[in-house]
């Protein structure tokens, strides 16, 4: 069965709850654009838009870009793909912590893992310098998105295939490769394109490499050649690559849709790995997460002598602010997400299912830009920092937390709204009786992600909080920038350990698509 | 776990965040002063808002201390000093913040041009202040100093071939040099520093010659460098002396304070001296205390927490600190801060333009 979410409304739907709904659509998703119209507005009122600009910095800048998305993309699929598949359909021993240690990468911060790699390098005597480092890094960082989808695919998806592989005795690796990889390829190529899009935004850790890209072009024109023509012109660059990358998740998982539906229900028994199989599965699960959470653990256990600790009531100050504004921001940003899903499922007008899908560019937009657009909005308005700082993390994260959301209203059949309808409920009560609670798995990890994302944010929270509103991230890059370590130890463990609490949160889901 | 457990009251949990979040993101609130009060009012229960490109627990220590001399509350936000200036710009009008303390000649000249200071009148700073450390229109002042030496492994390199930064150009240290890549902004203004006593000319062979003489890929910090030169892998450097002393007074942790005891810093002849420095704000709304709290950072009390917290000078003399006594001595040379920053375009062109990545 086949759905076809984007062209279908509940019967019962009267025009004036459309019309609220397409009213909420119109205003969230203006409150999305606003920030990237607003830096084009600026551009073309302050210089002019024919001076708009790449020049040859800009060129070299695009190029490492594109090099560390290809390269992160292939890396990462291969990793993601390797990790997804070992865990969900092979049976070895450690299997199901090594699957829930794929999640660490998420709780780590990038820049985190790029200046713990410099700082345990140069002790070594090793130059971490350079593109490869960066593609390593960012590998790491990212492949879990890979690893979430694939192996989402790979438990639920071609039963009666790989049963019918199993019988014409095809080993594991066969069944992967004749039949469960091509069948993955849409949900990897969606993983591929969430990481391609995290590679994008990436400033922290880029600069710590010595990587010129996008990201920080823009930031180095923008705020230290006071070029914004030359920022916007770049930041119109990112938003295209980062518009082809959704444009591709978007289309995989709906291919990926349709080779799914129709295969779930009982689980295959996995294949049981012995030997030296066992040991290179254990080997390759193992390793990802272990550099990942290792490498800030070992520079923590080598730089114990260098800590110098804040007070008690200083760092529960900071703990305090990233987690409330981790918690409202999740918040904030899944009831955005909720509203522009179910418009797009139920209101089949172009405008709005484009304007759903626009909605989620924010992600396109690197976080000191769509900060400075939020100051150029917010400044005249006098709105608070605050308040610009949470619009600011709805717009960055929405395609995060939407994105599950999107996906888990298409498995909802539309005969499931046709029968609530039939039965006389209104559009609410679908929402709150039939909705809602099929959806809570998608909203929790879409919070989890947003949550996770929100505490490890540097940008945003960078140059919009108000006064004395330093957050845990903040502090660490601040130390970490003054090439201050020990000082940043402590601040950085508990963003580590918030992240994997977090992240752990998401385990349940992950056993959900396990045996 | 089921998910079904992890199901949360939604309305109780909102409504207890959004009044913890009310409570964290208005507390503090206090009257301001009003524009135009004058240095005479008695600023007690007024607050001053601060925005710092300056990182540092003890600079906190020093706004309290403030504080408890004044009854001024000082309400502090610090970040990038590139990303501060851009907020401020940006806040035109709206801006609560009364001082920008931003870090190097450069960014303080920048600040300056895009009109983000308001000049102060103040005999007390007139004093304390160098004439050549501060804004000639009063719009900025000068708080600590920090050098850009030469730091030399002696294994690799006889300390006293390094004479003048001219000397780093000297092709006997082919493949012994090692620099920070032209994005830091210290390099920026050494650059425009050479630029001003030796000229264009003069300024890019030299750049050229050591950028002809480095044996590794830019650094993007400085620590990683010194470690480098310590180490060996690397005979001579460039680095403030603070990322020296740092490592030497052990907050880096042993291993970074055997390294670095390894080293001699080396003061080119005359040396290259920037500065952190700090300026009311156009649109401040209390001006006056502003100019209480720089009056207090520019004294010699202030001055000397200032520069403490980061191993850097004060604006005279060498201070009490005893790590830099160790490294000697250094004779300024005569290029003002004022003069540095207005150089730094064409420094930054002229390392482009000659492989100072």
Sequence with gaps: MIAEPAAWGPSGQTLPQRSLLSAGVLVLSGLALLPVLALVAFAAVDGGLDRLTLGHEGAAQIRNTLLLVASVGVLGAALGTATGWLTANCQFPGRRWLRIAQLLPLATPTYLLAATAIDLGSRLSWRVHGLGWAVAVLTLATYSYVFLLSTESFAVSGKRQLEACRSLGIGPWGSFRRVALPMALPAIGAGIALSGMEVVNELGAVELLGVPTLSSGILQRWQNQGDPQGAVALALVALVIVSLLVGAERLLRRRSRRWLLGSRGDRLAPWTLHGWRALVAQLLTALPPLATLGLPLLWTAMSWDQLQGESVAELAGLSGRTLLLALVAAGMTMAVGLVLAIARRWIPQPLIQQLTFVAGMGYAVPGTVLALALMLLGGPLGLSPLLLLLWGYSDRFLAVGKGGLDAGLERIPPSVDEAATGLGCSWIQVLGRVHLPLLRGPLLVGALLVFVDTVKELPLTFALRPFDFDTLAVRVYQYAGDERVGAALIPALLILALGLVASLALVPSLDETSS | ?357
């Design chain 2, 1 to 357: 776990m089921s998910l079904q457990r992890l199901r949360l009251p939604a309305r109780s949990c909102l409504a207890l965040l959004l009044t913890a979040f009310a409570a964290v993101g208005c507390g503090g609130q206090q009257p301001r002063a009003t524009e135009g009060d004058g240095g005479n009012r008695d600023l007690a229960g007024t607050e001053v808002g601060v925005y710092s490109g300056r990182h540092y627990n003890t600079d906190k220590e020093l706004y309290r201390e403030f504080t408890r001399r004044t009854g001024i509350k000082v309400n502090l936000l610090e970040a990038k000093d590139d990303a501060l200036i851009e907020r401020l710009r940006t806040e035109g009008q709206n801006t609560p913040a009364d001082l920008l303390v931003l870090v190097d000649a450069a960014r303080l000249d920048k600040a300056t041009r895009m009109n983000l200071f308001q000049p102060s009148d103040s005999a007390e700073l007139d004093k304390d202040v160098p004439a050549n450390l501060r804004d000639s229109q009063g719009r900025w002042f000068g708080l600590t100093r920090r050098v850009r030496a030469a730091i030399v492994n002696p294994d690799q390199v006889d300390p006293s071939t390094i004479r003048t930064y001219a000397d780093l150009a000297n092709p006997a240290l082919k493949g012994k040099l090692c620099l920070r890549n032209s994005k830091s902004v210290y390099n920026q203004s050494l650059v425009a520093d050479q630029l001003i006593q030796r000229g264009n000319a003069a300024t890019r062979d030299w750049v050229k010659g050591m950028v002809a003489n480095t044996s590794q890929p830019f650094f993007t910090s400085d620590t990683p460098l010194a470690r480098a030169v310590a180490k060996g892998d690397c005979g001579v450097g460039v680095v403030n002396t603070y990322y020296v002393a740092r490592m030497l007074s052990g907050d880096n942790g042993a291993e970074d304070k055997t390294l670095a005891s390894g080293l001699k810093v080396v003061f080119p002849d005359p040396a290259h001296v920037n500065i952190s420095g700090a300026g009311v704000t156009r649109y401040a709304s209390n001006p006056a205390g502003a100019l209480r709290l720089l009056e207090f950072l520019a004294s010699p009390t202030g001055g000397k927490g200032y520069a403490e917290a980061n191993n850097e000078y004060p604006l005279t003399g060498y201070g009490d600190n005893a790590l830099l006594k160790d490294f000697g001595t250094f004779r300024a040379d005569d290029v003002s801060a004022e003069q540095m920053g207005a150089k730094n375009k064409e420094a930054v062109e002229l390392m482009q333009a000659n492989g100072w990545q």
